[in-house]
């Protein structure tokens, strides 16, 4: 994913965390926010408290690739990804469809 389109700092976090629109399910939490800059950006937060670096940076990597592909269907929004513990056990199929699902339920067509 392009720079231009990370949350990288914690202050762009707490911004889209502020704007309290957010859907959730049993393997993922999003919560997004307009950013008016004309292009999405994504952040993923996965809890220490889910396991080992490894686990975590693994469950990250994949679903920054599961957001990445569905930069397009974002119009300008921030959206911050946020994992739950079924998440480390779920497939790619599975964190795709969570994502689409909470798209879903946003209006976002698939």
Same mark, same amino acid.
Request: glycine content about 12%; aromatic content about 8%.
């Given at each position: 994913m392009k720079r231009r389109h990370r949350l990288r700092r914690s202050r762009e976090?707490?911004?889209? $965390?502020?704007? /309290?629109?957010?859907? @959730?399910?049993?393997?993922? $939490?999003?919560? /997004?926010?307009?950013? @008016?800059l004309g292009w999405p950006r994504v952040g993923i937060t996965v809890a220490g408290r889910l396991g080992g670096a490894v686990a975590r940076n693994r469950l990250r990597r994949r679903l920054r690739a599961v957001a990445a592909a569905r930069l397009d269907r974002l119009d300008s929004w921030d959206l911050v990804v946020i994992a739950a513990p079924a998440a480390l056990a779920a497939d790619s199929r599975s964190l795709s469809a969570a994502v689409d699902e909470g798209l879903r339920r946003w209006g976002v067509a698939a």
């Open positions: 976090f707490a911004a889209v $965390r502020a704007a /309290r629109i957010f859907v @959730g399910g049993p393997l993922i $939490r999003m919560q /997004r926010r307009d950013n @008016g």
